[in-house]
């Protein structure tokens, strides 16, 4: 496995490797669900690359980009047990030699939305970043979790939109055995907010469960649910059941269409994301 930290020895790198090129786009602090996505990509054949970069682009002022944990040593000894070929690990000096004026602006009717209300512009540092990964690499894939759903959807539209040559490739959850999705996140959870973090997940599911028992009182489910994390300590951003091509809310009458349940919320100074189709 080759580990590489500037754009024309990576170029010229993958000159040498075989198609098709696949890449893992991470922030590193690698856990299991980013190494079943490596695992993913290298089952489409070809050369797998991982790209390791804390994206500052998609952080706001009050988040955490300066205390993100860089782990990049021990993330390098995960992704060769996992089978990658090529570790890109650029610098900000690198990826950023001049300010980045120049940026991918997603569709407000979905960037806008859920997350991006939350966290304005997170998902032009999103793209924006992607792009130029896409760029960097050259990719006839990519490989996304599915946890990170909203950025999912905003990502595959970027590509659609742009007429870019890539597929994008959705990798699925990876949970602990209680059910919370794997996160980096997860680290900063004490051993009480751990035991209490299955309750996110565990929303959801009630969410969708009585969806499909016949419930469409949408905005009531979506009050109660969250009144009841609250109740639990969390601080909820959102609790909510969303069509799965738009994320916009389903219509109370009439067939339903395929269906998410999506949700943010705090619990022990973490904020955890997760989402369950139905």
Request: glycine share 6%; hydrophobic share 40%.
């Amino acid at each position: 496995m080759q580990v590489i930290h500037h754009i024309p020895a990576l170029r010229q790198a993958l000159a040498a490797q075989p198609q098709p090129r696949v890449l893992v786009p991470t922030m590193g602090n690698l856990h299991e669900g980013h190494l079943s996505l490596v695992r993913q990509a290298r089952a489409l054949g070809g050369t797998t690359v991982a790209s390791i970069f804390v994206n500052r682009l998609q952080f706001l002022p009050h988040e955490d980009f300066d205390t993100y944990p860089r782990t990049l040593e021990a993330d390098c000894d995960k992704l060769r047990s996992a089978g990658c070929d090529i570790v890109f690990a650029p610098s900000e000096a690198e990826l950023y030699p001049e300010p980045q004026t120049y940026r991918v602006q997603p569709d407000p009717a979905l960037a806008d939305l859920l997350e991006g209300a939350f966290r304005p512009g997170f998902f032009t540092g999103v793209c924006t970043v992607v792009m130029k990964l896409f760029q960097c690499v050259q990719p006839s894939h990519a490989v996304f979790g599915q946890k990170d759903y909203q950025q999912l959807e905003v990502i595959r539209r970027m590509v659609r939109q742009f007429a870019m040559p890539i597929e994008i490739v959705a990798g699925a959850t990876c949970r602990a055995g209680d059910g919370l999705a794997l996160s980096s996140r997860n680290q900063y959870l004490d051993p009480a907010a751990r035991q209490a973090a299955v309750q996110l997940s565990q929303a959801l599911r009630s969410l969708a469960t009585q969806v499909q028992q016949g419930a469409r009182d949408f905005r009531s489910l979506e009050e109660s649910a969250m009144a009841q994390l609250g109740r639990e300590g969390w601080e909820p951003d959102y609790l909510t059941v969303r069509r799965r091509d738009t994320l916009l809310p389903p219509a109370a009458d009439g067939l339903l269409p395929p269906l998410v349940a999506l949700g943010a919320a705090r619990i022990g100074g973490a904020r955890l994301i997760d989402n369950l189709e139905f």
